[in-house]
C-alpha cells in the first residue's frame, strides 16, 4: 500500500487520504480514499501524536505542571525505566535512565480479548539529525520503530530512510486536495466503545477496515445457505458479504455457532433469537486472531459457553471481565455436542496450522451412513471459491497450510465427499473437499463416514 494522509487534531479535526488508502475492499487500491469516518481518524490522529517524538517532548516542556513522573519495571528484564505522563493526552514517554533517551512511548488501550493492555512505540537505531536551517544544531532521534503489545508482541516494525528537521513546507501544503467527484467530508475524531483504538488499529493496519459495521447491515441482511439440503440444522451464514462465513447450528436447545467475527456477532446474536427463537449456547472460534474471536466478548456476555482448545484458555481469560464459562479441549479429546438430529466436533492439534490454537469443525448428521454428507469448517488454510477455476483463490490460499490440514484430515478420517466451508473466500465460500485434494494434488484416501476416528465413530449403530 502507497498513500499519503493529512492529520488535524482538536475538536474540528479530521484525517484525509490525499492519495491512495489501505483498504482491501476496493477494486482500485490507487483510488484516493479522501476524508475517513471518525472512529478511524481518532486512531490515525492518536497514532501520528505517538509517533511524534519531538511534539511530545515539546508539550511536556510547554506544560510541566501536566507532567506526572514516576518509576516503571520492565516485567521480563526488570530493568527500570523513567516515566513522564503527560496528562490529557494519553500518552507517555518512558526514558532509560541509564543513556537518557526516550525507549517507548506508551498508550494504554482496552481490548476486548485481553482487557486493559499497553501498545507501546519502542525507540531504537538513534543516529545524529541535523537541522535543515544550516545552523548547526542536531539531535540524537530514532530511525527504528516498533509497535510492540503487552511488552512482548511486535505488530509493526518501520524503519525509517530520512529525517528532516525544519524543512521547508510549501503554503496549503496541508490543505487536503481532493478530485471533484469526490464526495466525503471531515469527520471529527471520535471515539466509541464499540469500536475502541486497539480494533480500529489492527483492522486498519491489515487493510481490512471499513467503517462502523452497524451503520452498513443489520438482521436483515442476514444470508442463509445449507450445504446439506437435507439437514437444514446445518446453516452456513454471512452478514452483508460473503467474506466472513460462520456455521450456524441449530439444536434442539440451542445454538452452536462457530468463528466470532466481531460486530457480526451482536446481529447474529439478534438473528438467532428472531429468528430461531432460541439462544445462542456455544461460540467455537478457530483460533484467537481478532477478525475470527472479536466478536467472543459480546457472545460470552450474552451467555454463550467459549468452547476452545486447553492452549487457548489464556487468551480468553479476562473477557467479560473473567466471567467465562469454558469447555475445553484437546487433541485426544475433542469437543463434542449432539442430540437427535446432528451433531458437531472441534479438533486440535499440538500440530497446527496459521495458530497455536487453530482448530476446524465438523457438523453433520446425528448418525451419518456411509456416503452421508459431512460439512468441515476451516479458516485461513483455504478460502474456498468454486468461481475461481480451480485456482484455489490464490489471494489468500496457502498450499503448505492446506496441505497441513489434510494431513490432519486423512488422520481423523475426514471423508473425501466432505463439504468444506471456509470463514474466507469468493462469492460463496463452499465448495466440496475434492475442489481442495485437486488444487494441491494432494493422494487422498477413498474415505466415508464410517472412517471418521476422531472423538469415536461418527454413528455407533452402524
Known sequence: MNYSIVLKDGADGFACFVEGQNSFFVNDPTQTLGYVDSF???????????????????????????VRTYETVEPLTNNRFKVLELAGSELSLIVNETSYRPYKI????????????????????????????????????????????????????????????NPTIEANFFAPVLASEDKSSPQAPKQSLLYPRSEVHEFFEAGLWGGPFES???????????????????????????????????????????DAAPHRSRILIQWVKETLNKSVTHIVPSHHHRDHAGGVPDYVEAGAILVVPDVAKKF??????????????????????ND?????????????????????????????????????????????????????DAVRFDIGYARQWLDAAVEDGLPRNTIVVGAHGGNTTIDKLESLITITGYEYPTLGANDWKAGGVLCSHQ
Open 40 to 66: 478511524l481518524a481518532d486512531y490515525l490522529i492518536h497514532q501520528a501524536q505517538q509517533f511524534a517524538l519531538p511534539w511530545l517532548l515539546q508539550q511536556m516542556a510547554l506544560a510541566p505542571s501536566r
Open 340 to 392: 437427535t438430529n446432528i451433531q458437531f466436533r472441534s479438533l486440535w492439534r499440538d500440530e497446527n496450522p496459521h495458530a497455536r490454537d487453530w482448530s476446524y469443525g465438523i457438523a453433520t448428521s446425528a448418525c451419518p451412513t456411509e456416503n452421508e454428507g459431512v460439512v468441515a469448517f476451516v479458516a485461513d488454510v483455504w478460502s474456498p471459491d468454486p468461481d475461481d477455476r480451480g485456482m484455489g
Open 216 to 258: 452498513f447491515f443489520n438482521t436483515s441482511d442476514v444470508v442463509v445457505t445449507h450445504p446439506i439440503p437435507d439437514i437444514p440444522q446445518i446453516m452456513a451464514v454471512y452478514v452483508g458479504y460473503a467474506d466472513y462465513v460462520q456455521l450456524v447450528l441449530n439444536f434442539t436447545d440451542g445454538v452452536l455457532i462457530t
Open 106 to 165: 506508551r498508550s494504554l488501550e482496552n481490548h476486548a480479548t485481553f482487557g486493559k493492555s499497553t501498545n507501546d512505540l519502542l525507540l531504537s537505531n538513534y543516529s545524529t539529525v541535523s537541522f535543515d536551517d544550516h545552523s548547526g544544531l542536531s539531535l540524537q532521534l530514532p530511525y527504528r520503530l516498533q509497535t510492540v503489545y503487552n511488552s512482548s508482541t511486535v505488530l509493526e516494525d518501520v524503519k525509517l530512510d530520512n529525517i528532516s528537521i
Open 316 to 337: 480468553y481469560s479476562t473477557v467479560n471481565g473473567g466471567n467465562v464459562s469454558f469447555a475445553t479441549y484437546s487433541e485426544s479429546n475433542p469437543f463434542i455436542l
